[in-house]
């Protein structure tokens, strides 16, 4: 009630202030006869030292003057305008250049990396040059130089990577595509390699629960991916990429001005890993065989009078070929044949905005953003088969303006969300039609740059679970010039999809066990998760030996109130989900240190601490396979425009293994993983014709999980196991490959 009572002072004082106040923007009109904002434009009555100067988003507001009705405006480079005035209405003031300054060149080099310092919401802003870091062939592997992302691998047979932010599993980050959810459902187990590395062109980042704009999922954070669009990119890309594993990867983007509005971009892609490798001679495969080929393309349109619009379509074929290495596609599922995996996916997407600003009111804009897909899986693992098709739609529509001035904005709209599942596991089956809508109110206050809030809230009914309420609240604070604080806190809530966001455990002998709630019906018969989020980061930038830096600091916990608890440690020979009925919750505290110690040489440390523990059948206990402590350093070096040198140590703490305690001594485990580094180095060369050659090592010092297979001699035996993963799986990888960009137009 506190938050509405501010929130209502706001528009009070604000409402009688506006009484004898003047405001309006000042734009100008570009060529193609859009309005963009002046930054800086002088207003003032004239004949008095009254005036005022327009904001970042050209606004501007002023005291009236009774005694004249003359307000002269100017700006450098811009014929001056004198207005008569009679009232007080909003204004908008568009001046005209008449003169061509001489050119002035300003040079500023961008960090690949950086954190939006205006920003509310503390957001990292990850550039296609920070992925050029590393073998970023796909989104699974995109943030081997990003500290606040963990990635390890579900299993030792499909060699599926998922990510864990704030101590949590990838469900419950909210990952979307140009904001849109994309990696949810029957994507949540592998949809992080189907979105390719090439095709990124940058990557927003934040912890926390989001804006409620995008929805009520994420608890953790939010990874939005942004893909190369036509205007976003002026030249074609040829990638090919190769490592000694035999993994062969090509990328083509092309793009094509058709007119002044429309453009169209055609991103390709394909891999292929068609070789059996075992260097451990455990008889499985150290890495599945696989085959993917996957394409996107867009159009847009611009009629450059404040309407634009996006439309395309997008298709996925994919299938892995893993287990022992006398295993071949096509073959049953038999007891007495080698023990496979092989999972064919299929992915079908369509999607469609459509935005507009108005004219004459560059302040107030509205969208829509609509997307539809189909998602198909046929699998095996051992013996047992999981088929699953998931239908998907989502519409969201936007509508943002200004109440009074521009220090108070606000976004209102409406959502829905639309998904239809049916799964398969052995004679078990789960359908799931769930329907979600809602609508959404945010309102944002700016004090003069020094304080800012961001208060929202949306209300949704979901036709299983019914009416739901997602507050969330985030503040910014300028303490200095050089010190930012923000405050965050929310709600948020998702259903589980208990098989696709653990398929990883599918690859084991152990048994599959839901214990069902009586008042559910749908589904698996299980609540939806629900919990709370509160956050606190701590930003500081400073100069050292004339350099500049930054230290930042971030604490948040996730306390769950409803939490759907997969339990692997009741029973070595089970897999048991169940609602929770005790404590569940994440601890998680990062410092991190960015400094350019000398001229484009960049160093990024960090350390990081979780305490994630939840309440299983054995008592509270910490997460298993979660590193308690992190540290991290990243090198980078250029030497012109020429060369660049990368090097990253990740040191990993111990991890809680599962119990496995009841098993035969052959088949039991230590209680936690010992400590480990890794190490991987890049060099790029660049050449002036646009051609980058790179080449790079990954586990450099060749460290790996020994025996990552629990009865790899009996696969068909109770105590068969390759899901208790604490470690690389994989040993030193060399690759090389190439980026070529060119100026051919189709």
């Not at 998904?419 to 004679?427: G, I, L, T, V």
């Not at 600091?553 to 070595?572: C, S």
Request: charged share 20%; hydrophobic share 40%; net charge neutral.
């Amino acid at each position: 009630m506190k938050i509405i009572h501010i929130v209502l002072l706001f528009f009070f004082i604000s409402a009688v202030s506006a009484q004898d106040i003047l405001q309006g923007v000042v734009a100008e009109k570009n060529e193609r006869g859009e309005l963009a904002p002046l930054i800086g434009a002088n207003l003032f009555w004239l004949g008095t030292p009254v005036g005022a100067t327009t904001d970042s988003t050209g606004f501007f507001k002023m005291e009236c003057k009774h005694e004249t009705h003359s307000l002269v405006v100017s700006y450098i480079g811009y014929e001056p305008d004198t207005l008569k005035l009679e009232g007080h209405e909003f204004l908008t003031i568009i001046l005209k250049n008449v003169k061509k300054l001489k050119e002035v060149e300003v040079t500023y080099r961008k960090k690949t990396t950086s954190v939006t310092y205006m920003d509310v919401i503390k957001t990292q802003e990850i550039s296609e040059q920070e992925l050029f870091k590393a073998a970023c062939c796909n989104l699974s592997e995109s943030f081997e130089t990003t500290p606040s992302v963990d990635v390890a691998f579900t299993d030792a047979l499909t060699g599926t990577r998922q990510i864990q932010m704030l101590g949590l599993s990838s469900a419950y980050t909210l990952v979307t595509q140009e904001n849109v959810p994309y990696v949810r459902g029957l994507a949540a187990g592998q949809g992080f390699s189907f979105i390719p590395g090439t095709w990124i062109h940058s990557i927003q980042l934040s912890k926390g629960t989001g804006s409620v704009v995008n929805g009520f999922e994420s608890i953790a954070g939010q990874i939005n991916v942004e893909l190369k669009r036509p205007e976003s990119c002026e030249e074609q890309l040829v990638n090919v990429y190769l490592n000694e594993e035999g993994r062969l990867e090509t990328n083509l983007n092309l793009y094509n001005m058709v007119n002044l509005k429309w453009r169209t971009a055609t991103l390709l892609h394909a891999h292929g890993k068609p070789f059996k490798m075992d260097r451990n001679n455990d008889g499985f495969l150290d890495f599945p065989r696989s085959w993917m080929t996957t394409a996107l393309h867009r159009w847009r349109f611009d009629n450059y009078k404040g309407m634009e619009s996006e439309f395309g379509v997008k298709g996925l074929i994919d299938e892995q070929i893993g287990g022992q290495t006398g295993f071949n596609r096509g073959q049953i599922a038999d007891a007495e044949l080698p023990y496979g995996v092989n999972i064919k996916t299929h992915r079908m997407e369509a999607f469609g905005k459509v935005g507009y600003v108005f004219p004459e009111k560059v302040y107030k804009s509205m969208g829509l953003q609509l997307n539809g897909s189909w998602h198909d899986i046929q699998s095996l693992f051992g013996l047992r088969n999981y088929d699953a098709t998931h239908y998907n739609f989502y519409s969201n529509y936007i509508f943002q303006s200004i109440i009074v001035d521009s220090n108070h904005k606000f976004k209102t709209g409406a959502s829905y969300l639309f998904d239809h599942m049916d799964e398969r596991m052995d004679s078990l089956a789960f359908n799931r039609s769930e329907s979600v809508a809602g609508a959404f109110f945010e309102y944002t206050y700016s004090l003069r740059d020094r304080a800012s809030l961001v208060a929202g809230g949306r209300v949704d009914y979901n036709n299983l679970y019914g009416v739901f309420v997602t507050p969330r609240l985030h503040t910014r604070f300028e303490i200095t010039e050089q010190t930012i604080l923000r405050l965050s806190a929310g709600r948020g809530q998702r259903t589980a999809n208990i098989i696709a966001e653990n398929m990883g455990l599918l690859a084991t002998s152990r048994a599959v066990r839901i214990v069902y709630e009586s008042d559910v019906e749908s589904g698996f018969r299980l609540r939806p998760e629900v919990a709370w989020n509160y956050g606190a980061s701590l930003t500081q930038d400073f100069k050292l030996a004339h350099r500049e830096g930054q230290v930042s600091v971030d604490y948040y916990r996730t306390d769950f109130i409803d939490q759907v608890v997969v339990d692997v440690d009741n029973n070595p020979q089970e897999i048991l989900f169940y609602n929770l009925t005790g404590k569940s919750f994440s601890n998680s505290l990062q410092a991190q240190v960015d400094y350019e110690a000398l001229k484009k040489f960049d160093i990024r440390l960090s350390y990081r601490w979780y305490d994630v523990q939840t309440t299983f059948t054995r008592g509270l206990m910490q997460k298993p396979l979660v590193a308690q402590h992190r540290a991290f350093i990243n090198l980078a070096y250029e030497t012109g425009k020429t060369w660049k040198f990368d090097y990253t140590v990740v040191w990993t703490g111990q991890k809680r293994i599962p119990f496995t305690a009841s098993n035969p001594e052959p088949y039991r485990l230590e209680t936690s993983s010992p400590n480990f580094l890794l190490m991987n180095a890049q060099i790029t060369k660049i050449f002036k014709n646009k051609l980058e050659l790179y080449v790079g090592v990954e586990n450099l010092a060749n460290f790996r999980q020994k025996n990552p297979i629990l009865a790899a001699e009996a696969p068909y035996s109770d105590f068969f196991d390759s899901s208790l993963i604490w470690g690389p799986i994989f040993g030193r990888t060399t690759y090389a490959g190439f980026r070529y960009k060119f100026n051919w137009r189709g």
